[in-house]
């Protein structure tokens, strides 16, 4: 079954100490990205990832790290978590061949809670 | 990519056409108009999308003026389970990673 996974899905940490949110594709996608969800807010563009090595600051980029070494693979980082990272995270991959059709997919979503 | 508005929420009753309109007037000529849905706090799932002629698939129809400003998702038989905001976004198309999601519209299927 094609889809896009994410570990932990639920998350309660405190104020600096350091985590990794993992993402994983099976559907050999080059394009991965990583967003946020916050009430008022609507979805916001974390980082995304061209393809192996290559990525790029999205919208809210600040306090988060990501990593591409393999391509199915795609892991947000929060080096010292503050609690306004406090949020409902959510990846996707999508794959730029075949024309038009830009459908990303998303993982389930990783609730996040900073103390 | 151009902006979106939809309206914040919209009621349907159960077994009846959902139309959920959208309007995109700043669109250019090489943008698309996608459609995603987001039920409950699960991840966004894809519906549609089109340029220019008017698409339908399994889930839905999507109706885009000739001068392509506006557009309307139909939902042909609206049930319990299309209760989830719908997000109209519109983007060229090589600009894979630039998704703006908007606020969207919130569907609210009732018995």
């Known amino acids: 079954e094609a889809q896009v996974t994410q570990n932990p899905r639920y998350l309660i940490t405190v104020t600096g100490k350091k985590l990794t949110v993992t993402c994983s594709q099976n559907?050999?996608?080059?394009?991965m990205s990583w967003y946020r969800q916050d009430p008022g807010l609507g979805l916001r563009q974390i980082y995304y990832?061209?393809?192996?090595?290559?990525?790029d600051k999205g919208d809210v980029p600040e306090g988060y790290k990501v990593s591409r070494k393999e391509k199915r693979n795609f892991p947000l980082i929060l080096e010292s978590p503050s609690p306004n990272q406090t949020s409902l995270y959510f990846c996707?991959?999508?794959?730029?061949?075949?024309?038009?059709?830009?459908?990303?997919?998303f993982g389930p979503g990783t609730r996040l809670t900073v103390l | 990519d151009a902006k979106t508005t939809q309206p914040p929420s919209m009621d349907c009753a159960e077994g009846r056409a959902a139309n959920l309109p959208c309007n995109h007037s700043t669109i250019s000529g090489n943008e698309y108009v996608y459609w995603y849905r987001q039920i409950h706090s699960q991840g966004p799932q894809y519906i549609i999308h089109g340029l220019k002629n008017n698409e339908t698939n399994e889930m839905a129809s999507l109706i885009i003026t000739e001068d392509r400003k506006s557009s309307t998702l139909i939902l042909p038989h609206a049930t319990l389970r299309d209760t989830a905001v719908y997000y109209c976004?519109?983007?060229?198309?090589?600009?894979?990673?630039?998704?703006?999601f908007g606020s969207g519209t919130k569907l609210n299927v009732k018995p």
């Open positions: 976004i519109v983007r060229v198309d090589y600009n894979f990673n630039k998704f703006y």
């Open positions: 990832s061209m393809n192996v090595e290559a990525t």
């Open positions: 996707a991959s999508s794959d730029p061949a075949g024309g038009s059709t830009d459908t990303q997919y």
């Open positions: 559907m050999n996608h080059e394009y």
